[in-house]
């Protein structure tokens, strides 16, 4: 499984930095996916790093605000968002798979239990 953590209240205009572990296998091997879900609202797929941290790709504007990365030395993978808006307000998601071939969540072979982020002062 992986594990996302990180996430909290924050401010507008504040930042956090989320981050992704693997439990029972190595991420390194793995490209990696974040994706957010508001209530009420369909999970968001948001940005995938292909196994080897060479490629990245947004799925949605944030790319501005927001930057995916890896490290295969500690196999962590991390969603840096700054910037923050209330409308960032979601629970977020990491999930691995071989390649970065989309966004459909259920394709995703490890998928986490979320981490909640909340902006608002």
């Known amino acids: 499984q992986v594990v996302e953590s990180g996430g909290g209240l924050v401010q507008p205009g504040g930042s956090l930095k989320l981050s992704c572990a693997a439990s029972?296998?190595?991420?390194?091997?793995?490209?990696v996916a974040w994706f957010r879900q508001v209530p009420g609202k369909e999970r968001e797929g948001m940005s995938c790093?292909?196994?080897?941290?060479?490629?990245?790709n947004y799925a949605t504007s944030e790319k501005a605000r927001f930057t995916i990365s890896r490290d295969n030395i500690v196999d962590m993978v991390y969603l840096q968002m700054n910037n923050l808006k209330p409308e960032d307000t979601a629970v977020y998601y990491c999930?691995?798979?071989?390649?970065?071939?989309?966004?459909?969540?259920?394709?995703?072979?490890?998928r986490g239990q979320g981490t909640q982020v909340t902006v608002s002062s």
């Open positions: 999930a691995a798979t071989a390649y970065c071939l989309g966004y459909i969540w259920d394709r995703y072979d490890y």
């Open positions: 029972g296998f190595t991420l390194g091997n793995y490209a």
């Open positions: 790093i292909t196994a080897s941290g060479g490629h990245t």
